[in-house]
């Protein structure tokens, strides 16, 4: 199921293009796995065992993450069929 909601430019950028100046360059391998996987995936099981992912709590539960380095995650929400509110951030 594809991506169908960006909140990050730059995500989005590197995504379509493969370059944004956005993201910090030694991001972009990890964070293009991970937006790949996330085009493709059909259950959120798929990300199960995947760049430490979780379900955040609170008042973000809803919203799930990926690790991309040691404070950046890629966050996203999932609604049963698309993935979308895709940013990458530091929420730590």
Do not use: Q
């Not at 790949?36 to 799930?64: M, P, Q």
Request: aromatic residues 10%; contains cysteine; positive net charge.
């Amino acid at each position: 199921m594809p991506i169908r909601g960006w909140r990050h430019k730059g995500l989005r950028e590197l995504f379509e293009t493969g370059k944004t100046a956005k993201i910090a360059r030694r991001h972009h391998k990890v964070v293009m796995m991970i937006l790949d996987l996330l085009d493709n995936i059909h259950s959120i099981k798929d990300c199960v065992g995947v760049k430490d992912f979780h379900e955040l709590k609170g008042d973000r539960a809803g919203t799930y993450a990926m690790r991309v380095s040691r404070n950046y995650r890629i966050t996203f929400r999932w609604d049963g069929h698309d993935v979308y509110d895709v940013d990458f951030e530091d929420y730590h």
